[in-house]
């Protein structure tokens, strides 16, 4: 018994913006699911909650909270229940009707403004109008109610058009019950059949699997001999692990959670469990995988960890959280103070998020740093598998720079078979030295077999040897660690000239070569102008007649060819050769010149050198055939 049904209109403008909800702003109909289900879930929340501070429902029972999801094939209707704290006309009234207030012509006038379907569900989720999702697939909805310690409870109906029906209705069970007549399955219109048992589980496994309370379903059966049973089924798994003390999860829970959210079949390298506090509240459970993904460097890939609401999934590859740098970072966020609907755009200027992200990723680095003090085993295959991507942080991270310093770990000359941290590398420098010297190039061969590096071999000099072709970008962004200046040895004038008994060559020294080579360095300077800016003697040649550098800010060849390779066009930079004053080949070029200038062999000979050092570090010939022609030529004269 209870009293007659009242119509209510709803107003102009809520019409409008229910057909907006109906019709237009949800492009994921069955997320109508996952609102309603969040809805119990609070109902739930609050009961236990409130039985705790509120002397006046201190008898009622909270021993088997749960959510039931009922299925009536016959009139075709799905119904969502909970045994929650249910509410009374004047909650209904103002929680239901919150589409009806004053906010409504400001949220219409925010829809009209924003093209994007993602951040108008944003905003109809901030407007707490997600219940309204439920008209998307059903023809009428049916709300029955009752407030935890009260006798009567309400009843609310729908068909989401012009008006609703509310009234009082006796002998309801406390909590809420949402019905939902269904539309017929409509393919074209992305309403799924509802009423299938097998769509309702894939809805509640991908939404609201980790909801603390259990989400039932009856489930009928028919055996072999016909006989039909009727159980009883909890759909959802419950266990959000990020929900619980880490004290609390064993290892292997751990690693059965990132196998199923990463798909991959190896336990991860490192489980990284937090809780913060305070202002924005929020779980994480990140994983550092033992292996690298085939498609890291892809550009297709998917990156961002996985983003819930109090429990309730929202996305996959939430951007927003993880910085490109850390993509191969796998895991669970659970905010507790977002909107359901709040879209990917949204998050990308949200300050809050900004700020979980910034400590998220110190967690990460952090755990990197301390597995390489503890596990320079585990943290050297670690890097191996993610020291590229970690790299271009060093470009994109500024706020982070000092950190990922000091997870680098490269190979160098001081030990063929391991690499060194730039720490380790500051440890070992010389007397005197205060500077990094490092040599970028395709390959560990190429570098040490490059002329830049004779000098420093011969004298004892540690040199990094970066491989990756990130290395030639982050080198030029970081300008030291820890005060020492990074300096590529193919780069700028290097001063580690000595003379044979090993003392630095003297300032007289320096000028008599400077007198001898006066005449030869500004016409071979003349002569390859179209190749290079500068000819000059050099101090990092021991064997070598020449070799190639550029200027302490010029873009490196390898640098220039990948531009090009992007599709950027930049213009070709001239680079400076530098010629080893005591090669029999460069003394007799000096000789020769002195004394007859007009040769015009020279020349040849010039282009020659220059070949042959642009091929040394790897280079490309600007013309082939010539420089072959040209060395044929000559090797036929000397027999």
Not at 13 to 24: A, D, G, K, P
Not at 52 to 70: K, M, P, Q, V
Not at 195 to 202: A, F, T, V, W, Y
Not at 502 to 510: I, L, S, V
Request: glycine fraction near 6%; charged fraction near 30%; include cysteine.
């Amino acid at each position: 018994m209870g009293s007659s049904a009242e119509t209510l209109e709803f107003q102009a403008e809520t019409r409008q913006l229910l057909r907006l909800v109906i019709h237009s702003i949800y492009s994921n109909k069955d997320i109508f699911l996952r609102e309603l289900i969040s809805n119990a879930s609070d109902a739930l929340d609050k009961l236990r909650l409130e039985s705790l501070t509120d002397a006046g429902l201190a008898e009622t029972d909270t021993t088997d909270l749960h959510i039931s999801l009922e299925v009536d094939t016959d009139a075709r209707t799905l119904t969502v229940r909970d045994n929650g704290i249910g509410m009374t006309r004047d909650d209904l009234v103002d929680l239901i009707g919150t589409i009806a207030k004053s906010g409504t012509a400001s949220l219409l006038e925010k829809i009209k403004e924003s093209k994007d379907a993602a951040t108008t569900e944003h905003l109809i989720g901030q407007f707490g109008v997600g219940f309204y999702s439920a008209f998307m697939v059903a023809g009428k909805v049916t709300l029955r109610t009752r407030r935890a310690g009260t006798d009567s409870g309400t009843q609310w109906e729908s068909d989401g058009e012009g008006t609703y029906e509310i009234q009082t209705v006796d002998g309801l069970p406390t909590g809420t019950s949402v019905t939902l007549h269904l539309k017929p399955a409509d393919s074209e219109d992305g309403i799924a059949d509802y009423l299938s048992e097998s769509k309702i589980r894939q809805i509640v496994k991908r939404y609201s699997d980790f909801i603390r309370w259990p989400i039932r379903m009856p489930i009928e059966r028919t055996d072999t001999e016909g006989a039909t049973t009727r159980d009883i089924t909890t759909l959802n798994s419950m266990k959000a692990l990020w929900a619980r003390p880490r004290s609390e999860v064993t290892e292997d829970e751990y690693s059965e959670f990132y196998q199923q959210i990463s798909h991959d079949w190896q336990a991860p390298a490192e489980t990284i469990h937090m809780r913060a506090e305070g202002t924005f509240e929020y779980e994480a459970l990140l994983f550092i995988p033992s292996q690298a993904p085939f498609d890291l460097f892809s550009r297709e890939t998917k990156r961002g960890v996985q983003l819930y609401v109090k429990r309730v999934f929202i996305m996959d590859d939430c951007e927003a959280l993880m910085p490109n740098y850390l993509r191969f970072v796998k895991g669970v966020v659970d905010a507790h103070d977002l909107s359901l609907n709040v879209s990917r755009e949204i998050l990308q200027h949200d300050r809050q998020i900004r700020g979980v992200r910034r400590r998220l990723v110190k967690k990460v680095l952090g755990a990197l740093k301390t597995m390489q003090s503890k596990d320079a085993g585990r943290y050297a295959k670690t890097w191996e598998q993610f020291g590229r991507a970690l790299k271009e942080g060093l470009v994109e991270d500024t706020d982070n720079t000092e950190t990922l310093l000091e997870l680098v770990s490269t190979a160098s000359t001081h030990d063929p078979d391991k690499t060194t941290t730039l720490r380790e590398y500051v440890e070992r420098m010389k007397d005197g030295q205060d500077t990094i010297y490092y040599l970028t190039g395709e390959s560990r061969a190429t570098v040490e077999n490059s002329p830049h590096m004779e000098a420093f071999t011969a004298k004892g000099y540690e040199v990094l040897i970066l491989t990756d072709p990130i290395d030639e970008v982050w080198v030029d962004q970081v300008p030291a660690f820890d005060g020492h200046r990074l300096q590529s040895i193919a780069k700028g004038q290097v001063d580690l000239d000595e003379s044979a008994d090993g003392e630095k060559a003297t300032d007289a020294e320096k000028a008599q070569r400077e007198q001898d080579f006066a005449a030869l360095l500004p016409w071979l300077t003349t002569t390859l102008s179209e190749h290079v800016k500068q000819v000059r003697l050099s101090s990092r040649l021991t064997t070598s007649a020449a070799c190639i550098v550029g200027d302490a800010h010029d873009v490196t060849p390898t640098l220039e060819k990948m531009y090009r390779a992007m599709g950027q066009q930049i213009p070709p930079v001239k680079r400076i050769l530098e010629l080893n004053p005591t090669h029999p080949l460069i003394t007799v070029l000096r000789t020769t010149h002195a004394t007859n200038a007009d040769d015009s062999a020279l020349a040849e000979i010039a282009e020659l050198i220059y070949g042959s050092a642009l091929l040394a570090e790897g280079g490309d010939l600007p013309d082939p055939a010539r420089f072959t022609r040209l060395l044929t030529d000559r090797l036929s004269s000397t027999l």
